[in-house]
């Protein structure tokens, strides 16, 4: 039996950005703009946008800007398997590229991605965000995990809110980098990187904060529950490991 199989859907102003974004100085430059400019010759509005459309996603293809996104999703096959589909659309930043999932009634999740067209043209830098924002919706699909969409009414908002909020991300993050590079997807400084985010986060664990990181990052299992309680300053066993 064959794996599931899910292909990105790219927006068509995502697209457009993207593909003048990686032409720009490229050796190709004059033939992409050559042909694009005689599809404004086409008399008809509709007709224009459709080639226009067309035209980018032929360049698209050709640059294989989609490449990076089909093979961030083969390390990830239960996203695949419980999706059932996938949009890719437009950040209005870096801080705002991020994966999500769509819930519907009754349908399959939707997965949604939102990336720049700077990144899609950095195919390096876009394969690490691809792996770090699937590795979070894999953890989100996973009954293990137990995902929950808001934190406990307890947390409140205000101040606290948000540097609970804030923590829960970074744990969750040193989490998703110690199996990424565990399987080889992310370089060796990632682990020096992630602990200086976590030391200044968390430095009031004073000596044992590097151990407490260890712990975390080396895991193999981890709830949503026990990463929103440490977060949250709530005691537990593993946090004092």
């Known amino acids: 039996m064959s ?9 068509p102003r995502l697209v457009e950005a993207a593909v003048l ?5 490229h050796a190709l430059e004059g033939e ?7 599809l404004y010759e086409i008399p008809d509005p509709e007709a ?14 050709r640059f294989a800007l989609d490449q990076p996104f089909r093979r961030a999703l083969t390390e990830q096959p239960a996203i695949a398997a419980r999706c059932g589909r996938w949009l890719v659309a437009g950040a209005r930043g870096p801080r705002d590229e991020a994966a999500d999932l769509l819930i519907g009634a009754d349908v399959r999740p939707t997965l949604l991605v939102r990336v720049t067209p700077e990144a899609i043209a950095v195919p390096g830098r876009l394969w690490r965000l691809l792996q770090r924002e699937l590795q979070h919706v894999a953890d989100m699909l996973d009954p293990g ?3 929950e969409a808001t934190l406990p009414a307890s947390v409140g908002d205000g ?17 998703v980098d110690g199996r990424l590079l ?17 030391t200044r986060a968390f430095g009031h664990l004073g000596v044992a904060v590097e151990a407490v990181f260890d712990r975390i990052f080396g895991a193999d299992q981890l709830t949503h529950s026990a990463l929103v309680g440490f977060a949250a300053g709530e005691p537990n066993d593993w946090r004092l490991g």
Request: proline share 6%; charged share 40%; hydrophobic share 40%.
């Open 159 to 175: 101040p606290r809110g948000r540097v609970v909020r804030d923590n829960y991300r970074l744990l969750w993050d040193t989490w």
């Open 48 to 61: 224009r946008e459709a080639a226009f459309d067309a035209h980018h996603v032929r360049w698209f293809a």
């Open 32 to 38: 992409f703009h050559a042909e694009r400019d005689r």
């Open 145 to 147: 995990f137990g995902y």
């Open 21 to 25: 974004t990686a032409i720009r100085g």
């Open 3 to 11: 794996e599931p199989r899910l292909d990105p859907e790219f927006d």
């Open 182 to 198: 565990r399987r080889g997807l992310l370089p060796a400084t990632a682990r020096r990187d992630r602990l200086t985010d976590f």
